[in-house]
Structure formats: structure tokens, C-alpha cells
């Protein structure tokens, strides 16, 4: 612990901190552009310059300089200043002045520390250089011009992202940087670079020209385009969410967010249910609530109805479902749309144990049935950063890319039965062994099996434990919670033949099982579930409500409400309350506040913000086996795995482009 | 400085470039880069190996070589590197073409101690003779290009043709050299001045003159 002093202050500071972090500490502003605490350090854009001796009588670059004992940092000299006047005098000799029609202006690094550092006004005569556009796909927006060469877009597919595809080429003033012949940026973390740059060289391309950063309400909650649930900021103007951008949470999402939570947030103003729709004689026609409701009501359901969860829904709806029901005398609910029905009876077999910090220090990992890069794409950066530290991967399920060096296993199940050696022997010298099953080894009904080995390979050990399932849907551990769970999955509701169906944003259910059923559907987008329905009751999205969220890992998580939903579109508890009404039975709360009461003294742990405590693994059954083979994962295009993104046009763009390979001619702009 | 953009990647570039792949003694040459360093650090032979590959396109066309696209994604994938990471090293250094350049390839240094010493005039004796910058001439022997710096400047002015420089040029040394390489021979490499071997004091020492022939304490003297 070296102890140093800054500004006449004298701190002590963790072992290998450099000068930079030092002056933090110390709580003195640097300014910098290339130096980026999650990113390598690369120390070319000069702007961290203190002044440190014992050391040369020149500043020094903060960033990559190692703080030892003794030394002292000043970051108020005269010489301090002037050399970050001068650092930003070259950096602005190439920018472009063009700050009225940039879309960074006013979250702009350059902007800001040119005003805070720089000085009053430019000197420079000569001629500015200029550079051509870049093609990275329809996500990035390039303005190369502004570009002031800190390579953090560079340092971030290479490291984080793991697929090296942004470079910089040719070198001194002529330097560029650009993907492979002007390839798009094709990976489903590539929209982070937007965040990482710190000028208006990469900006958003779907959001170009949208808004400023100050008109626009900030609005904290909660990433559901899978179950990862990373924390993001809707940022919403008048009644539209015009973007949504990560936060940093180190636990879950740290400070990336994939390009689908990102990107989807437009299909929140397209296909949207705003009316309330009745299917008379085969045709969906509008009507008015009453109507509805009367419709429902003449089915005269009694005990024979049923719920069934959508992937987005909060757990304040799954609950008032729930009410519902019960005041009915009903308990078939179901959470899990396509039909997987594997055991709920202890729901530490079916949550990510080690957590998404805790799978970073894993050094052996089997995956089974999981395509994590398109599953949890945030979980894959993760587990790229345990291969980093030393972890091997081993894979069961037909080939995907990883980012990471590992093992394909093939796709045949039985193989778990009788593992090869070289993983066995990873598994038995691993100190911190992890299992991931993912929606294709749940299909297939691996759960028993895994928990076999869990127990062979002894996964949980003290402080640690290695057992964990992916989910991919953002209510998938709330629904869980809530006893959204049928021993035989949807198919025992179906047997059940229910008079009336509540479908709560379902939109990935076959609905020819429940031909017999009145489908009242209650969600916000016209997708696959309106289709099917023969009520439509439109409610609120993720982002016009309050709610709480459970990721895979059992982390509770609570979304607030950004923007109004649009026309007749109410929130979803509010639907379900009046429902109550008009099939005359009480549920108990008037109010959300109440709603949210009564389901936290029902499930204490939704009440709580952070992880849930499920308990311990249940005992496994040693005789469990595996067998049948993973033929596909069940996302087969990242970008349309929900309602909200397929509505979005963005979203259908990456997937036209990035996945399917159409060439998209770019519109000259 | 001249262009540094890659040729454009066209069908005819892939068509012609697409089956590049190592000859034979070639092959072992790339593997004896690749063995200079551990297993798993074979990235570390990049600049040899597109040395190499500019230098086997350069037999092939009878031209100093340089480095089409496909060639370029033929080293990457023989070193198992992201192709962007290749064409980031090749477009950074000078000693790599990216277009296609004439036998000879004439670098002339424009820096200012050939500048002051008359690099001027040879760029006007490469122009007479039908050079233009960053252009293959029409009979495929030259392509002039003006380069900084090379570190002779000693023996300045100098122009660097393929592997070879030439220096303390004038227009008629360079003519004279150009002459010679374009009727097949191999002029005197190094400089041009009669009497001097290498970059030693033209005319003969003016400091430490007694130094030239044996050592000789000057500290007595100082």
C-alpha cells in the first residue's frame, strides 16, 4: 500500500494503482479521453498529464503511470494547466466545430473538458483535416472527422466484446478508424462503443437527430429483452422513449448493455394495442371495455381459468393474475410459454447460483444446451473474462461461436452421462467449477442429470456455488416465485381445458391447444398472442409501468414507469382489478401500493431489492440421465426474440443485415 | 504522402488474388519466422510474413510486390489473426505496398537535409524520365514516390530503389543509376561520390583528425 500525496494530501493507495486512480482517490478531477477503467490502458490522448516527482520536470500521463510510495502528485500547477491547454489545443486542432449539428453535443466528453480545461479560444489557422464516413451497420452512426483517435471503440471489441473487427489504420494524421473493409459491426454487444466514445465519432444511428440529452426525463428500470435484467435508463420525451442506455450495476450488467435492450425501445411506439378488440364472428373488431369485460364475464369461467405469463411481464401483474385466480377458485398458472415443464420444487436447481460477478472467477465451465452469446450475450462477456483469467470451457450443444476459446462437446445429451476425460480431469482439479444449463438442456429435460453432476463434481463447496441455469426471460425467476408453474408446464393447462385463458403478454404459446378456451389476451403489442386472442385487452409495456423484475441469477430489481401507454392502453393491474370486478370477486388491493403489499407478505423476498436466497440444492438423483440430442437453440435470431423487438423497425433491420445477410444499401445522407 | 489506401476490392482483385498461397520455399521461410517465437505468439511474425508475401506477389508480376486484399487475408488466416489487426500493421509501414507498384520502386526522400541538399532536382529528373508520384510509369519499370526521412542524410540526398539506396545523388548520378537498372544491371549500391566508401566526412575529417588512424587522448588538451 504506497503512500502518496496529491495536491499536498497525503493518501494511501491499493497496490498497482496508477497515478490517475491515486488522484482520484484523493477526489481530484482528471481529465482524459483514451483512459477508460474497464478498458486495457493505452495512454495516447495525452490528457491526464500531472506533474509527479521524483520523476523527469515534464508532466506526466496520470493514466499509465504506476503510483508508488513516496511520490508527489500535483494536479494544480501552473505547468499542470498549461499542459492540458496544450494537450487540448492538438486534440482540436482535427475536430471539426461542429457541436450545433453533433448528436454527442451535451454529453460530450470533448465538449466539456474543452470548456473546463482548454483554452478560451483557438489560435489555429490552417487547414483541418477531414475524413470519409464509415459503414459499421445499422447501429453505429460514424462521423469519422470528430474522431480523436483514443481507440477505446478499438480496446472494446477486442477485449470485452471479443471479436476484433474495429481497427485503426494507417498511422500519424492520416490515422482512421474503421471496421474491415467497412464491414458492419456484427456482434450483440457492438452498440457500447457509442457510450465509450468520447466524442461524436460514434453516435447512435437509430437516435441521430432525435434529441438533446437535457430534454429528456431520465427514467431508471430495468433491461427485459432477456433475463439478465441489466439496468439501463429509458431516457423518454413527452410520451416517447427515444432511447435506453445501460447503467452501471458491476453486478449485473456492469456498464454494457446489448444492442437488442438498446435498440428495441422503438417498437414501443409501432403495433402497439391501443383500443380494446372483441373477435366477433372470426373478425377482431374494436370495442369498448365494458363490451370486453361483459364477454368475459358471459364465459362465466368459475374455477376454470387460467393464467398464462408472457417473457416481459413484472411480477406486480403475474400477481394480480395470480389474485385473480385464486378469487376464483383456480390455480392454473404457467410462466413458461413453450412448453418446457422441468421441476420447480426447489428453485435453487433453476437459478444462476454463482451469480453473473461470481461465474467471472469460475475456472472450469460446462455449458449445456446454451447459446449464451445470443441467450445473455452480458453473461458471455463474462465468461470471456474467465477464460481470460485461466477458465476452460466446455460446450454440449450443436457449434455457435463463442468468443472464447472452448470445447464443442457435440449436441447428444448422453454425453453428460459419461463425460470425456479431459473434462472430467478439469473438473476434478478445479477449485471453482461451474455448470450453465441453458433452455435447450431444460427442453430436453437435463435438469436431473446436471444436478447429478453437480453432486459428482462437487459444485457446491464452501463459498461457492457452481450450479446455474439460464433463462432468457425477464419474468422466467419472478413468474417462478409467484408459482407460475405447472408440474406437466403448459401442457397440464391444456388437459385442463379452461373456459377462459388470460394470456399476460404470451406471445410464444401454440395456441391450437386451447381452441376451446375465450383467449383473453392482455398485453401491448399486436403480435403472435393478439393474433390468437378472442378478447384483447391492451395494457402497458415494461416502460409504462412500475414493476419488479427477477433476473436468472434471483436478483429482485425494481423498474420504474418512463412514459404514458398510449390511447385506451392501461397498466396491466389495473385491467385485471376491473376484471375482478366484472366476474364480481375481490382480490384485495385497489392500489398498486396495496397490490405490491400483498404480494410482498405473500413472497417476502420480492419486497427485498438484491438477491433472493433460495436455499440449497436439492438432492440429486444419482441416477439421472441424460439422452436425446439438442437439435437447436430456441433463439434463432437474436434481434426478434420479443413482441417489442419484432415491432421494431431497427431491430428487423440487424436482423435482416446482421443475421441474415442482406445486403442493405446504405442511403446517401 | 502518398496514398496508403488499400486497392478497392473488387471481383477482378479476388479473382486474380484469391488462390494466392505460399510457394514452397516460401512456406518453410514462413515457417522458420513463425518458429522464432513461442508456440501461441505466432502474431509476432506478421511483418515478415507480409514481407514475404509482398515479395512472392513480386516474383509473380516481376514488380517490387505489394499486397492485394486476398493476400493480406491469406497472412492473417496463416497466423490465426482478425484480419483488421494485418491490414492495421500493413497499411502503417511504408515498406508494404497497398497498390500495385512497377519493378523498380523509386523512393525518393523529400525531408529537409536531401531538400536542402537538392532532392528537388531529382524528383524533376524522375519526372523527365515519365515517373509520376504513386503511378506505375506505362512500361511497368518505375514508381516514384516521395518518402520522409530514411536516415542517410549524411549522404544526402538519397533515393532508395527496392532493397538498394542510393545517395549523394545528383540528377546526372541518378540518371546514370536509373539508366543502369533499366538496361538489366546492378549499379554500385551506397553512395555515389568518387572516393567515399561509406557515410564518412566528405573531404576528409575536420574534427578528431587525429583520431583517424590510431587512438589519441584528447584530454590533455581540453
Redesign the interface.
Known amino acids: 500500500m504506497p503512500k502518496v500525496t496529491v495536491d499536498g494530501q497525503e493518501i494511501e493507495v491499493p497496490n498497482g494503482a496508477t497515478v490517475l486512480q491515486a488522484c482520484e482517490l484523493a477526489g481530484k478531477e482528471i481529465p482524459r479521453f483514451c483512459y477508460h477503467e474497464r478498458l486495457s490502458i493505452a495512454g495516447n490522448c495525452r490528457m491526464c498529464l500531472v506533474e509527479v516527482k521524483p520523476g523527469p520536470p515534464k508532466p506526466q500521463a496520470s493514466c499509465a503511470l504506476p503510483a508508488t510510495e513516496g511520490q508527489e502528485i500535483r494536479t494544480d500547477t501552473p505547468m499542470v494547466k498549461a499542459a492540458r491547454e496544450g494537450v487540448m489545443e492538438f486534440l482540436l486542432i482535427n475536430h471539426p466545430l461542429d457541436c450545433p449539428i453533433c448528436d454527442q453535443g451535451g454529453e460530450c466528453d470533448l465538449q466539456d473538458q474543452s470548456v473546463a480545461y482548454g483554452r478560451g479560444g483557438s489560435r489555429y489557422e490552417e487547414n483541418k483535416r477531414a475524413v470519409t464516413e464509415k459503414y459499421m451497420g445499422p447501429l453505429i452512426k460514424t462521423v469519422m472527422t470528430r474522431c480523436i483517435h483514443c481507440t477505446r471503440c478499438v480496446r472494446f471489441s477486442e477485449e470485452i466484446a471479443g471479436v476484433d473487427e474495429i481497427g485503426a489504420l494507417y498511422r500519424g494524421e492520416d490515422m482512421q478508424i474503421t471496421t474491415y473493409l467497412e464491414q458492419a459491426a456484427a456482434h450483440e454487444l457492438s452498440a457500447n462503443v457509442i457510450d465509450l466514445c468520447p466524442v461524436g465519432a460514434l453516435t447512435s444511428r437509430p437516435y441521430a437527430f432525435e434529441a438533446r440529452p437535457w430534454e429528456l426525463k431520465k427514467t431508471l428500470s430495468i433491461d427485459v429483452s432477456d433475463a439478465v435484467g441489466a439496468n439501463i435508463r429509458l431516457d423518454s420525451r413527452g410520451r416517447e422513449v427515444m432511447r435506453a442506455l445501460p447503467r452501471i450495476n458491476d453486478d449485473v450488467n456492469e456498464e454494457w448493455l446489448s444492442d437488442k435492450g438498446r435498440y428495441m425501445v422503438d417498437g414501443l411506439g409501432a403495433r402497439r394495442l391501443d383500443k380494446v378488440w372483441i373477435r366477433k364472428s372470426g373478425k377482431l373488431q374494436a370495442a369498448s371495455w365494458d363490451e370486453a369485460f361483459k364477454a368475459i364475464a358471459k364465459a362465466k369461467p368459475g374455477a376454470s381459468i387460467a393464467a398464462i405469463a408472457g417473457d416481459l411481464v413484472d411480477c406486480e401483474t403475474m400477481y394480480a393474475a395470480k389474485a385473480l385466480l385464486r378469487a376464483m377458485g383456480s390455480d392454473l398458472l404457467e410462466g413458461r410459454q413453450t412448453g418446457l415443464s422441468y421441476d420447480t420444487g426447489s428453485l435453487a436447481a433453476v437459478n444462476f447460483n454463482s451469480t453473473f460477478a461470481g461465474i467471472e472467477t469460475a475456472d472450469a465451465i460446462l455449458i449445456v444446451g446454451s447459446h449464451v452469446r445470443w441467450e445473455a450475450p452480458l453473461v458471455n462477456v463474462r465468461l470471456r473474462k474467465a477464460v481470460k483469467r485461466g477458465a476452460k470451457v466446455f460446450i454440449v450443444g450443436p457449434e455457435w461461436e463463442p468468443t472464447y476459446p472452448a470445447t464443442f462437446l457435440g449436441g447428444d445429451l448422453s454425453v453428460l452421462n459419461k463425460l470425456p476425460k479431459d473434462v472430467t480431469d478439469t473438473f476434478k482439479g478445479a477449485e471453482r467449477p461451474a455448470l450453465i444449463l441453458g433452455g435447450a438442456g431444460l427442453g430436453k429435460g437435463a435438469l436431473g442429470a446436471c444436478l447429478a453432476l453437480a453432486d459428482k463434481f462437487k459444485l457446491v463447496r464452501d463459498g461457492w456455488n457452481g450450479f446455474n441455469v439460464l433463462h432468457m426471460a425477464a419474468s422466467r425467476m419472478g413468474g417462478l416465485m409467484l408459482g407460475y408453474a405447472q408440474p406437466g408446464g403448459i401442457g397440464d393447462i391444456a388437459k385442463a381445458a379452461p373456459k377462459v385463458v388470460l394470456a399476460l403478454g404470451a406471445d410464444e404459446v401454440d395456441w391450437s391447444a386451447f381452441t376451446g378456451s375465450l383467449k383473453v389476451y392482455i398485453g401491448h403489442h399486436g403480435d403472435k398472442g393478439a393474433h390468437a386472442a378472442d378478447v384483447i385487452l391492451p395494457a402497458a409495456s415494461f416502460a409504462e409501468k412500475d414493476g419488479t423484475y427477477v433476473n436468472t441469477e434471483g436478483r429482485v430489481q425494481f423498474a420504474e414507469k418512463a412514459v404514458f401507454a398510449p390511447g385506451d392502453a392501461r397498466e396491466d393491474w389495473t385491467i385485471l382489478r376491473a376484471l375482478a370486478d366484472a366476474l364480481g370477486v375481490t382480490v384485495g388491493f385497489d392500489s398498486f401500493a396495496q397490490l405490491q403489499a400483498a404480494m410482498i407478505a405473500e413472497v417476502p423476498a420480492l419486497g427485498e431489492e438484491g438477491l433472493a436466497s433460495y436455499g440449497a440444492l436439492p438432492k440429486a438423483d444419482a441416477k439421472a440421465k441424460a439422452e436425446g440430442e439438442i437439435a437447436g437453440y430456441p433463439i434463432k435470431d437474436f434481434y426478434l426474440t420479443n413482441p417489442i423487438a419484432r415491432a421494431s423497425a431497427v431491430m428487423q433491420r440487424c436482423s435482416a443485415e446482421l443475421v441474415h445477410g442482406e445486403e442493405i444499401a446504405e442511403a446517401a445522407e | 504522402?502518398a496514398d496508403?489506401t488499400p486497392a478497392p476490392?473488387t471481383p477482378e482483385l479476388r479473382a486474380r488474388w484469391g488462390s494466392f498461397a505460399w510457394t514452397e520455399e516460401n512456406r518453410k521461410k514462413a515457417d522458420w519466422h513463425i518458429a522464432k517465437y513461442p508456440a501461441g505468439r505466432q502474431k509476432s511474425a506478421v511483418m515478415p510474413l507480409l514481407d514475404l508475401a509482398q515479395r512472392q506477389v513480386g516474383a509473380e508480376t516481376d514488380t517490387q510486390g505489394w499486397l492485394p486484399?486476398p493476400v493480406i487475408e491469406y497472412v492473417a488466416a496463416h497466423l490465426d489473426m482478425?484480419?483488421?489487426?494485418v491490414?492495421?500493421v500493413a497499411?502503417?509501414y511504408f515498406m508494404y505496398n497497398l497498390r500495385p507498384v512497377g519493378k523498380f520502386h523509386v523512393q525518393v526522400c523529400g525531408t529537409t537535409p536531401c531538400m536542402l541538399r537538392g532532392s528537388d532536382a531529382l524528383f524533376e529528373t524522375c519526372k523527365k524520365r515519365g515517373m509520376s508520384k504513386g503511378h506505375v510509369s506505362a512500361d511497368g519499370l518505375w514508381t516514384l514516390t516521395e518518402v520522409e526521412c530514411m536516415g542517410n542524410c549524411a549522404t544526402a540526398p538519397m533515393v532508395q530503389i527496392n532493397d538498394d539506396n542510393y545517395e549523394d545523388l545528383t540528377p546526372e548520378r541518378l540518371d546514370a543509376v536509373l539508366d543502369a537498372l533499366a538496361a538489366g544491371q546492378q549499379p554500385k549500391t551506397g553512395t555515389q561520390e568518387p572516393g567515399r566508401h561509406t557515410s564518412e566526412p566528405a573531404g576528409g575529417p575536420t574534427t578528431l583528425k587525429a583520431m583517424v588512424s590510431a587512438n589519441h587522448d584528447y584530454r590533455g588538451e581540453w
Do not use: A, N, Q
Open positions: 504522402m496508403r476490392d486484399l482478425p484480419v483488421i489487426r491490414l492495421e497499411t502503417f
